[in-house]
């Protein structure tokens, strides 16, 4: 039977922001040593901002709307930014065959015509030729009716808190941190310095995040337990396969919010080590 402190627990949590699926959550918290981040939504605050515009074949305007348009059903960070930079209101009835490729890009029929939005794995994967971009940014190249058609540089910055985050994660005892992501080595590298984050592994997709956690988890040792924080879009393998998985809920996607074991109501990272505390509080309470 699970002792009545725990339910207290629970909604002492849930109080403070934190929504935890369970008891045996709540004890695996309290025992996290390891914290992994997804880093566009959780780290930083996944609005991106145009920075630059190469084009070629057509005016920097017609690339932008393009990319918007074919980007109008996703859900991403990238999409919402490309949409707003585009804005204006996104006529639905243009666009058709919408297709994902989740950490790759989009792909869709625009006016009849296809396009391709993405990083160059998208490219690599159409065998479209693209020109490498030296800019430090997130680099989305498309492509219309085969063809490639320039690249929009993007960037994001980290949410106020990150950094304070990170270091009260090392002072409630978290030995390592850790930062995932799917985007360019340079972005990654810069963000995780900036966070004194102890590693960082860029340019993975969906599954080599799942393949890196599972050897974080081989690292374990005792009763350690690996914490995975993420906003959720495409993350939901790993939410599910980490001991615990944390979704960030005011902006995780609804496959996150199922797929984790704890929700964060607010989207501040100081919330994961407030998180952890009030695990260790209850769980003193309970023992
Ligand atoms: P992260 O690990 O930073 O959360 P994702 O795994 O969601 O990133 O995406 C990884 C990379 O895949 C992005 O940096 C981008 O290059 C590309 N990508 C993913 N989704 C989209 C999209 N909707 N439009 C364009 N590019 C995308
Ligand atoms: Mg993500």
């Not at 699926?21 to 959780?42: C, H, M, P, R, W």
Request: charged share 25%.
């Amino acid at each position: 039977s699970i002792p009545l402190s725990f339910f207290a627990g629970i909604g002492g949590a849930s109080k403070a922001g934190v929504l935890v699926k369970g008891s045996n959550y709540l004890e695996a918290l309290s025992q996290t040593k390891i914290v992994v981040f997804d880093k566009t939504g959780t780290l930083t605050r996944g609005v991106f901002e145009v920075n630059d515009i190469h084009h070629n074949k057509m005016e920097a305007e017609k690339l932008v709307e393009y990319a918007a348009l074919a980007e109008s059903a996703s859900s991403h960070p990238i999409s919402k930014s490309l949409q707003r930079a585009y804005g204006k209101a996104i006529d639905r009835s243009r666009v058709t065959d919408i297709r994902e490729i989740s950490g790759n890009g989009v792909m869709a029929k625009v006016d009849g015509i296809e396009v391709a939005a993405g990083n160059d794995k998208l490219m690599k994967r159409l065998g479209i030729s693209y020109i490498d971009c030296h800019s430090v940014g997130t680099i989305i190249h498309v492509a219309v009716d085969g063809a490639y058609a320039g690249h929009i540089v993007i960037s994001d910055v980290v949410k106020e808190h990150s950094k304070e985050a990170v270091q009260a994660l090392r002072s409630a005892g978290i030995r390592k941190t850790v930062m995932l992501t799917g985007d360019a080595r340079k972005v990654g590298e810069q963000v995780a310095k900036e966070l004194q984050l102890d590693e960082v592994y860029a340019e993975l997709l969906p599954a080599d995040k799942v393949e890196k956690v599972e050897e974080l988890l081989r690292s374990k040792t005792g009763k350690e337990k690996l914490a995975f924080v993420g906003d959720g879009i495409n993350d939901a393998p790993v939410l599910s396969r980490s001991d615990i998985g944390i979704a960030m809920g005011a902006m995780g996607s609804d496959a996150a919010i199922e797929a984790a074991d704890v929700v964060l109501m607010d989207d501040d990272p100081l919330q994961i080590a407030k998180s952890v505390k009030i695990s260790r509080k209850c769980l003193r309470i309970v023992y």
